[in-house]
């Protein structure tokens, strides 16, 4: 089945530096990638996706690219903000029936 | 518009006791998971409906966990004779349909403790 590996926090940054945040898959097939953030006291929502290879999914100033020859999905931003503050969980979907997630990463942002 | 709702938040419970976890997705749509979240170990996938049949429960960990879908909506994922390993949050998520087109809604969470 699908795994996905995710680098291990806290990733610590300050106001305006630039974040990347290393996320790799492995799957049978094509898999579509995702990643998902949760903030503080709320639930996982969607940040960003990409469909095949070479797409480009961005939001919030968040992107990542779906490389296939590296199987990766690594997170970007180039200048995080205190508000970033939250854990961010990469995921594949291959199949049907299951996203699979990694472990998380939580970003701590410090003014 | 309301999202995915689950209840209760929280849940207290004594080891060997049943619980049940309720989770009220979107209206309309058909598919809806169950996912666990333990500190350290990230998100395990549980069961999948789709509609009220379960094409995907290879998640479940034991014979003592057992999840239903009545109406194409309402879902229950109960845990019989609880034990402390059983300890996290038990996420619910549902998507208009299934396929990886369609997002994952996520509700909060019920945090589940056996003590």
């Known amino acids: ?111 | 518009g309301a999202g995915v709702s689950q209840s209760p938040s929280n849940k207290v419970t004594e080891k060997g006791k049943d619980v049940e976890l309720r989770c009220d997705p979107i209206s309309g749509h058909t598919a809806l998971y169950w996912y666990r979240q333990s500190l350290g170990q990230g998100l395990e996938f549980l069961i999948y409906f789709q509609g009220n049949s379960a094409p995907d429960k290879s998640g479940l960990p034991s014979d003592r966990f057992s999840a239903e879908r009545t109406g194409g909506s309402v879902s229950t994922l109960t845990i019989q004779r609880t034990q402390q390993e059983d300890s996290a949050v038990y996420l619910c998520a549902s998507s208009l349909v299934e396929g990886p087109n369609s997002p994952l809604h996520f509700g909060n969470g019920t945090r589940l403790t056996v003590t």
């Open chain 1, 1 to 111: 089945g699908d795994s996905v590996t995710q680098m291990e926090g806290p990733v610590t940054l300050s106001e305006e530096a630039f974040l990347t945040i290393n996320c790799t898959y492995t799957a049978t097939g094509y898999p579509s990638l995702f990643w998902y953030v949760q903030y503080p006291g709320e639930g996982l929502q969607l940040l960003l996706k990409a469909t095949k290879a070479d797409d480009k999914g961005s939001n919030k100033g968040f992107e990542a690219t779906y490389r296939k020859e590296t199987t990766s999905f690594h997170l970007e931003k180039g200048s995080v903000q205190v508000s970033d503050s939250a854990v961010y969980f990469c995921a594949s979907f291959s199949g049907y029936s299951t996203l699979t997630f990694g472990k998380g990463t939580m970003l701590l942002v410090s003014p």
